[in-house]
C-alpha cells in the first residue's frame, strides 16, 4: 500500500506557542487530505477536510482559525496549531487518499502534541 | 447519518483460534468499506479495502466480507498470535458525504 509520513512524531511545547505538523503522501498523489484527532480510547475524530490547491473544509465545531491547514501540493499538507493551550493536547493523525487505489485512504503514524 | 457500530467492544482469546469481529452501518448506499488496525499510540494501518461491488477480500490470515444490503462486514483472523493484538476498526466510505465514517473500535487481546 501507499505510504503516509508525518513530522514530528511527537511535540512537547509551551502553552501559547504554535506548532506545525507536516503530512507527505510519499509515493502517490493525494488529490484530498484530512487530519483527525483522536483521544485516549476513542475513535477518530475528522477535523478537515483539505484539497490541493483550496481551501479546507472544517467539521462542525473546530476552529478553523486555531487549526490551520495548508495543502500547498499533491502531497503535502500541513496542519498549525495556533497559540496552544493544554487542551489541545492531543494525538493527531493525517490521512490521505488516492484515486488509483480505488479510493483507498491511507494514514499517517500519528503525531502525540503535548502542551504544558 | 452514517452510524457505523462494532461489535464486540473487546475480545481476549487463547493464541491459535480463529476470531471473528463485526461491523454494521446503517446506510447501505456506500463506496467501499475499510478495516484498520491501531497498535497503541500509533496511526492506522490498512488491512483491507472492499469496493462496493465486491463481497470479500483476502490478505493472509485475514478475510473480510461484505453484504452491503444488510448493512455489515466481517474480519475473519484465521489461526490468531499475540502480534495480532490490537484495536481493529472498520469504516465506510460513500453515501452523502466524502468521509471515511469509523466504527467504534474491537480492542483484541490475544493471549499465548
Known amino acids: 500500500g501507499a505510504v503516509v509520513s508525518q513530522h514530528p512524531s511527537w511535540v512537547i511545547c509551551k502553552s501559547g506557542t504554535s506548532v506545525k505538523i507536516e503530512c507527505r503522501s510519499l509515493d502517490f498523489q493525494a488529490t484530498t487530505m484530512f487530519w483527525y484527532r483522536q483521544f485516549p480510547k476513542q475513535s477518530l475524530m475528522l477535523m478537515a477536510t483539505?484539497?490541493?490547491?483550496?481551501?479546507?473544509?472544517?467539521e462542525q465545531g473546530v476552529e478553523k482559525d486555531k487549526f490551520l491547514i495548508n495543502h500547498a501540493s499533491l502531497t503535502l499538507s500541513t496542519l498549525t496549531v495556533t497559540s496552544a493551550h493544554p487542551e489541545d493536547s492531543s494525538f493527531y493523525i493525517c490521512?490521505?487518499?488516492?484515486?488509483?487505489?480505488?479510493?483507498?485512504?491511507?494514514f499517517g503514524p500519528g503525531t502525540r502534541l503535548t502542551v504544558l | 447519518k452514517q452510524e457505523v457500530t462494532q461489535i464486540p467492544a473487546a475480545l481476549s482469546v487463547p493464541e491459535g483460534e480463529n476470531l471473528v469481529l463485526n461491523c454494521s452501518f446503517t446506510d447501505s448506499a456506500i463506496y467501499n468499506l475499510q478495516w484498520f488496525r491501531q497498535d497503541p499510540g500509533k496511526g492506522l494501518t490498512s488491512l483491507l479495502l472492499?469496493?462496493?461491488?465486491?463481497r470479500e477480500q483476502t490478505s493472509g490470515r485475514l478475510n473480510a466480507s461484505l453484504d452491503k444490503s444488510s448493512g455489515r462486514s466481517t474480519l475473519y483472523i484465521a489461526a490468531s498470535q499475540p502480534g495480532d493484538s490490537a484495536t481493529y476498526l472498520c469504516?465506510?466510505?460513500?453515501?452523502?458525504?466524502?468521509?471515511?465514517?469509523f466504527g467504534t473500535g474491537t480492542l483484541l487481546a490475544v493471549q499465548p
Open positions: 472492499i469496493q462496493s461491488s465486491q
Open positions: 490521512s490521505a487518499r488516492d484515486r488509483g487505489f480505488g479510493n483507498e485512504q491511507f
Open positions: 469504516a465506510v466510505y460513500g453515501g452523502a458525504t466524502n468521509k471515511l465514517i
Open positions: 483539505s484539497n490541493e490547491g483550496s481551501k479546507a473544509t472544517y
